[in-house]
């Protein structure tokens, strides 16, 4: 298997540090309001990317992290008269239900950035002892000169970077390319204590202290969007390896953008759509199919053309694996001779589907060779197929299926009694004083369309 590694400009043999194990760290949103699908791309391909290297047999710990203090969730904060916290865990929340419905796999952990201070105060500490940092009025600053290798991911010169730099006036930093670790307290903000005074930690150095606590000192795979390459992830290599002594991570995968317009989407610009606002026009399997239908370093333009093609293509897609299903169902018997030869045939689809994986994993040939398969199936697996060859060729489509997580089964709808099932339980969970559980059972029911009332007589429902 080879991927791109950012770090060599290469597509390199995939070779993890300890056989049969994978440490993969993706940067995690910034948690200040509903995340946008430009957000989602990283999130749906490095799930991906994590999928298939579970198929392929690897254990794979993924850690993805929550920036939940940053300037914009405390501006949100001050606008709407609550707590950085309050802010931070609604949105942490809503994340992880569109994370549920793009059906991406839960990491392995999701640290918040609140809760590893202590981490972020012993890293910035070492690099104090080690002369890569200095502390100057409150503000702790990384001594990026100091760091040989700056520069090795972004290939950048620091010569040049430093050209284009000014040191701010209120700044009184030893050089323009230093960059910060801690920042003291400001007025109204959250802040923790420190060697350094009161304050809060720079973005940069979380990401450094999370990857070395979950994974190690030297991880497989850092990811992120093409925009981290430079600062965010020079900055953390010049931490960890200045910290650590040791290299960061081997391989560095970057997404492209998705676009609108051919530009970048994204919150500044304004040119958005959340992943609610999709989902509420679509299954968010679409989306998901959607982004997955362009090679993960390509830029990607969305269009609601676009979103159709691939809502028909995941519909035909879906259609030939379910009559497979029902064949499979209705049908008895065992494999016969002719049949095994049909399957035989049938597994070189899925070896293209590997080939096109094991090559920087490229979706878009795989998924090519996933309406190959389909195209096969709807000529080769007939209604009077024996029930064994039925299920060989579904169990091929649904695990090619899983390895992109798309779920290639019909939407059904949801019945009466598991809506009365489901409003009693929720009921009992508002008696048991459990009301996340009761607010997670209505909004599970208000996407399947399904609206609760309280009322004196108990709860009404309806189909909205
Ligand atoms: P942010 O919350 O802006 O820090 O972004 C979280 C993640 O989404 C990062 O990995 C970004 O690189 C990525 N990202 C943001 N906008 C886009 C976009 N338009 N296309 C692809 N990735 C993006
Ligand atoms: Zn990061």
């Not at 958005?272 to 026009?281: L, M």
């Not at 989306?287 to 691939?310: I, K, V, W």
């Not at 499979?328 to 095994?340: C, F, L, P, V, Y």
């Not at 909004?443 to 909205?464: F, N, P, S, Y």
């Amino acid at each position: 298997m080879k991927l791109y590694n950012t770090l060599t400009k290469k597509k390199e043999e995939f070779v993890p540090i300890e056989e049969g194990k994978v440490r993969m760290y993706v940067c995690g949103p910034t948690v200040y309001n509903y995340i946008h699908i430009g957000n989602a791309r990283p999130m749906i391909v490095f799930d991906t990317v994590r999928r298939y290297l579970e198929y392929k047999g690897y254990e794979v710990t993924y850690v993805s992290n929550f920036t939940d203090v940053d300037d914009k969730i405390i501006n949100k904060a001050i606008e709407e008269g609550v707590s950085t916290t309050e802010v931070s865990e609604r949105y942490i929340d809503e994340c992880k239900k569109d994370m549920a419905d793009l059906n991406i796999k839960p990491a392995s952990k999701n640290p918040k950035a609140t809760e590893e201070i202590n981490g972020m105060i012993q890293m910035i500490q070492t690099l104090m002892d080690k002369g890569y940092a200095y502390e100057k009025e409150g503000t702790a600053y990384f001594r990026t000169r100091k760091f040989d290798g700056y520069g090795k991911l972004s290939k950048k010169n620091i010569d040049d970077l430093e050209a284009g730099k000014r040191i701010a006036i209120e700044e009184q930093k030893e050089d323009a390319m230093d960059f910060v670790l801690w920042k003291p307290k400001k007025e109204g903000e959250p802040f923790w204590e420190s060697p350094w005074g009161n304050g809060r930690p720079g973005w940069h150095i979380e990401c450094s202290v999370m990857a070395k606590k979950y994974l190690g000192d030297t991880i497989d795979i850092h990811a992120g969007g093409e925009d981290l390459v430079f600062p965010h992830h020079e900055n953390e290599i010049a931490q960890s390896e200045a910290c650590n002594g040791v290299e960061f991570a081997k391989y560095w995968l970057h997404n492209a953008f998705l676009n609108i317009n051919n530009q970048k989407m994204s919150k500044s610009l304004g040119n958005f759509f959340t992943v609610r606002e999709i989902g509420e026009k679509y299954d968010l399997q679409v989306l998901r199919f959607f982004m997955l239908s362009a090679h993960y370093r390509t830029p990607l333009n969305f269009s609601a053309d676009l979103m159709e093609s691939s809502k028909n293509g995941l519909e035909r897609l879906i259609t030939s694996a379910e009559r497979v299903k029902a064949i499979r169902d209705k049908n008895a018997g065992e494999i016969t001779g002719e049949e095994k030869e049909l399957l035989v045939k049938a597994e070189d689809y899925v070896k293209k589907f590997e080939t096109a994986m094991d090559d920087d994993f490229n979706t878009a040939d795989a998924i090519s060779a996933m309406f190959e398969l389909a195209k096969y199936a709807n000529i080769n697996v007939t209604e009077t197929a024996s029930k064994e060859y039925a299920g060989e060729i579904y169990k091929m489509m649904t695990d090619l299926g899983n390895v992109l997580g798309i779920i290639l089964e019909e939407k059904k709808e949801i019945l009466d009694e598991e809506i009365e099932k489901l409003i009693e339980e929720r009921n009992q969970a508002r008696k048991d004083k459990n009301f996340a559980r009761a607010d997670e059972i209505r909004d599970l029911l208000l996407e399947q369309g399904i609206v609760l009332k309280d009322t004196r007589e108990g709860v009404q429902w309806k189909r909205a």
